[in-house]
């Protein structure tokens, strides 16, 4: 049975503990879902434990082997 928002935000912790315990929730407004309360074990289940930006980065190819340098020649005068 979905949560009203009003009902939702009166027992925020009530909602906390039936996600983990019964799963997602779903919280309506105006008798539409707009959004679902889940666990953050369900959460990371659904995303695929997706890297975070860091660590993509970090696990990208080995760019050593490439010879890349910057022309000096180049620059652009700036008056300051």
Do not use: N
Not at 33 to 61: I, N, Q, W
């Amino acid at each position: 049975m979905p949560w009203q928002l009003q009902e939702a935000k009166q027992k925020f912790s009530q909602l906390v503990k039936q996600a983990i315990s019964e799963g997602p929730q779903a919280v309506t407004r105006h008798g539409e879902t707009v959004v679902v309360v889940m666990s953050a074990g369900d959460y990371r289940r659904l995303t695929g434990g997706k890297p975070d930006f860091t660590e993509f980065l970090l696990t990208g190819p080995d760019l050593s082997s490439l010879d890349i340098q910057r022309l000096g020649d180049h620059q652009r005068d700036i008056e300051l």
